[in-house]
DNA sequence: AATGAATGAGCCTTCATTCAT
DNA sequence: GATGAATGAAGGCTCATTCAT
């Protein structure tokens, strides 16, 4: 009742020094060790502000990472919106994955938004819902109309889902998975040089699935033999 | 599902009724919640020990944590064990998804193994070393094999490790994206009885890649420019 | 309500409104909640102003509390100056009762200046002084006379402030003891209605005590053996 | 879940020293601070534990309070228990007096529990129905019936409740009001030794009023002139 | 005359750990 | 072999206060 954003309630923004530090370290330290591990002390530390500033500018913990998802958001619009609209699906696809791949890889950028959300997935707070609505379920279906697309008249809506599931998870491991990947593979440096060649690998297989399974048009267990490649 | 280690018959002990209920626990508790959010008190709670039963015989905190993963291992084995070796290579592929989907969505299992590792997986511990070593690196290397023989000639080291992980990226999708799925897709149910016809999507789609891939023996049907292997 | 002090026109001034409006919410906070829980926030959120203007207009927390008790001794002035001097003793002493059990009922008024009283009364700030200066003994002189009067030649220094002590004790009851008496007799509201018959009850209750300390010039008609006065 | 009281819940008693002295120093801070002023710091350095014993042993601060209450209640019996049942109305009255007004004048006594239970009869917290039900309400129907017996057939429940509250009143005056008393009437000490001849002040004070208004019949208004005293 | 921003101290609570038995 | 009791460190939060404008 007496507290909140101190009365500038309205303006998601940035002016205020302190502030857009605090959201900025809290970015970083909230996507390196999840909400409850992160500590107040080291966001302010990191920031160079007091601990109660946190109090003053998000009134809470909680209040200060909603804000962070809020403020990664508006930093991720305009990824979304540079991407382009023109060529053929499969180009779409690649690019697509391409710019999936790059945030999953923290291809210059702030770094941390990626690697927040992918934390938002795998052990949800409050706020997952709100990040569904407003940043995942948009990309979302921007992938489906793209498998819908390139399946053609195989198209049925589970077929589409899993298809969906299947290139996310491709992009996604490679987040995920990269402790495993480091250990089992040290020569395979998982740097953003790499990111072009592997979005390109993860384009090549999922469209080669994906035309296999437009040709076989039933999913059946060996209709994909032979068919695809050719 | 408590049974001693089989093969192991001197292992480092788990005679004690009190210290098997609490790796039971401790199990249970650490996978669903985390290393560090995880409390002492409550997996003594449900191990119906005491509050310094876990110093007693386990030193420490790390300790059980790592004993558990020890524990852990000594029961996967006969999962592992108990796959089939036989059939040619397309069947066994299918038959490795399956029995790793089978893990990820919890199919009639005590089942905190899955999520404990997976857990490991997003974010190690000092004992990542270890399950790697133990339990990851020799499964990993079925897939490798298995993939291998089914890109025949056209099989390089760096393109058998990206068709594992797209595989492995498939089947970790609906693990660490259930979330996500519960609320994109809330008609679609993730419980065990969708775990088959998963599995076998991912088996067809991955199988229909690699055959492409083989097949142009270059990445893509048509890479669309700039030919990302070469 | 918060007429300046109309007796002292050169009062450490109370023009400036925001100053005005923090004595007015300060003193209904303080009263409601004591000192310590007291929050400079709610106080100015109460009066509309700047967290800061607490600070600026009083220096701190103790210097606004000095001045409320300052500001509502200004205000219970002319109450006490409106009772009537008319009337024997007897009928001046009912009045006496009437008006103080109305201000501790909270009658018909702003009404935080009774409630802050007696939370001083209870556990003293250093204020107390001050206060007991200012506006509790002039009102304990009079009720000293009127007692005195009523005792004739029973009048002792001792006794008169035995029956001062008793008549008040019996009006505070109704105030400090009103979470008690809500909860022993639901029945009997403790509304600004009842407060007539209430102090017509003490004023006859403590008349006919008087009376009887006057007549028998032994404190009790058949004092119980023992004699306490002797 | 799993907290409380350590595994010991239905042993409302003594043993462990620290728990003991625990209870001793908090029932002394409380009765001084309040609920909220009093700090866990100081009654755990009073008692020479732990900060952190009071979470182990009471879950709370709340808890340590109920507790405290608790504790005070079953000391509070055998003071009850030792009071004569003998003798006729009048001197039942007195000796009820004489026991209330030591205790609120901490004769001889742990000495807080007096204090205590009247500052939660100023602000309650949720353990006050506790308090009534237990502790108050028994006395106060001891109370109620000698009241009803002295009033005779002028007794009806309104003013049996008036009178017992004018009692109660006129013996709280000196727990509540010792702060003015002394800077009122500074000759005058409030020391133990004072408290027979004030309980027996008020004991004639009260049976003079009763006396009048049971020989009135009516409590009109000057009804009391001239008859109680002859 | 007044205010938004920032600060440091202190409080309650929780947790893993250890000690003595 | 096992446990009840006790501890110190740390975390989140609140509050009165001050600074610069």
Same mark, same amino acid.
């Given at each position: 009742m007496n507290r909140a954003a101190p009365a500038r309630p309205a303006a998601p923004d940035d002016t205020g020094a302190t502030r857009l530090k605090l959201l900025e370290s809290a970015g970083e330290v909230f996507s390196r060790k999840g909400f409850r591990d992160a500590t107040i002390r080291e966001i302010c530390g990191l920031a160079g502000a007091n601990i109660a500033s946190v109090n003053y500018h998000f009134r809470d913990k909680h209040g200060l990472y909603t804000e962070v998802l809020r403020y990664a958001d508006r930093c991720a619009v305009h990824i979304e919106a540079s991407e382009p609209v023109a060529g053929d699906a499969r180009r779409r696809l690649r690019q697509f994955i391409k710019a999936y791949i790059a945030a999953m890889l923290d291809v #210059?950028?702030?770094?941390?938004? #990626?690697? %927040?959300?992918? +934390? !938002? $997935? $795998?052990?949800?707070?409050?706020?997952?819902? *709100? =990040?569904?609505?407003?940043? =995942? +379920?948009?990309?979302?279906?921007? %992938?489906?109309?793209?498998? !819908?697309?390139?399946? #053609?008249?195989?198209?049925?809506? +589970?077929?589409?889902?899993?298809? &969906?599931?299947? =290139? =996310?998870?491709?992009c996604l491991a490679y987040h995920s998975g990269r402790h495993i990947h480091k250990r089992l593979h040290p020569g395979f440096e998982? /740097?953003? &040089?790499?990111?072009? !060649?592997?979005?390109?690998?993860?384009?090549?297989? /999922?469209?080669?699935?994906?035309?296999?399974?437009?040709? #076989?048009?039933?999913?059946?267990?060996? *209709? *994909? +033999?032979?068919?695809?490649?050719?």
């Open positions: #210059g950028r702030p770094s941390w938004h #990626g690697r %927040l959300i992918a +934390r !938002e $997935m $795998m052990e949800p707070s409050p706020a997952l819902d *709100a =990040i569904v609505a407003q940043i =995942i +379920r948009p990309r979302s279906r921007v %992938l489906s109309d793209l498998v !819908e697309e390139l399946l #053609g008249p195989a198209a049925t809506e +589970r077929r589409v889902i899993r298809c &969906k599931f299947s =290139i =996310i998870g491709q998982l /740097s953003s &040089k790499a990111a072009d !060649e592997i979005a390109d690998h993860i384009a090549d297989f /999922s469209l080669a699935a994906i035309d296999a399974l437009r040709a #076989g048009h039933k999913p059946a267990r060996r *209709a *994909a +033999r032979g068919r695809p490649g050719s």
